[in-house]
């Protein structure tokens, strides 16, 4: 029960922002709304996490909606390297519940 | 950020030997660590969950005799992989947790022949 969904792939031309939705309908208030990627063959890399403010840090940017049932991600100048995939998850913050995996949205930049 | 390791990267053995995979954190103390187990075009599944000086708690389906984690430390947990076979061939990644976050592994590669 990972709690999101997100589509399964997406295309982004390399240059352009990249926006990646994902759907969390039943989040509790005390949840946070993290994302991770994993690029292929390595482990999952930490991107950011929110609670219902908009985030901002040097690799992406955390639009959440106000009534919290959905966030996007976005990777404002996408690279070939960005392409993995990305995983949206929701945890309550400092909890010592494991983080859950879905299945994620595959991005692919294309040059 | 907060850095931890595994070792090997890669492993190849024999169908029957068993394997050791070690997960370290190297700048943190970590109160839980979890091992994940990720099939090709999978999403990561978590295994077990450690505390240290404790016994793991293994997730439904998960072979506990099998699957060896000792948690010695707070700062290193290892997973032993006992009589492999080449349905254990996968990708085994480590998380350590502090008082915050959740940290990653890069991850090892298992080969079962």
């Known amino acids: 029960d990972a709690k999101t969904t997100q589509p399964p792939s997406m295309d982004c031309a390399e240059g352009r922002a990249a926006n990646l939705p994902c759907n969390h309908s039943t989040i509790s208030g005390n949840e946070y709304v993290y994302w991770y990627r994993q690029i292929h063959s390595q482990g999952p890399q930490y991107i950011i996490h929110g609670l219902k403010n908009n985030e901002t840090n040097e690799m992406a940017s955390l639009i959440i909606t106000e009534d919290r049932k959905s966030s996007t991600l976005i990777l404002p100048h996408a690279t070939l390297r960005d392409t993995a995939v990305y995983y949206c998850?929701?945890?309550?913050?400092?909890?010592?519940?494991?983080?859950?995996f879905g299945s994620g949205t595959q991005l692919t930049v294309l040059p | 950020g907060a850095v931890v390791s595994q070792h090997p990267s890669r492993v190849i053995c024999k169908s029957g030997t068993s394997v050791k995979i070690e997960c370290r954190s190297l700048?943190?103390?970590?109160?839980?660590m979890f091992w994940y187990r990720q099939f090709p075009k999978q999403s990561l599944m978590l295994m077990a969950t450690?505390?240290?000086?404790?016994?793991?708690?293994?997730e439904q389906g998960v072979e506990k005799d099998k699957f060896l984690i000792n948690h010695a430390s707070l700062t290193l947990s290892t997973l032993t992989v006992t009589s492999a076979h080449p349905e254990d061939s996968s990708f085994y990644i480590c998380s350590a947790r502090d008082r915050r976050e959740q940290y990653f592994g890069p991850g090892t590669r298992l080969t079962v022949t």
């Open positions: 998850i929701v945890n309550p913050a400092g909890s010592a519940r494991q983080l859950t």
């Open positions: 450690s505390n240290e000086g404790s016994k793991a708690t293994y």
């Open positions: 700048d943190f103390q970590a109160t839980t």
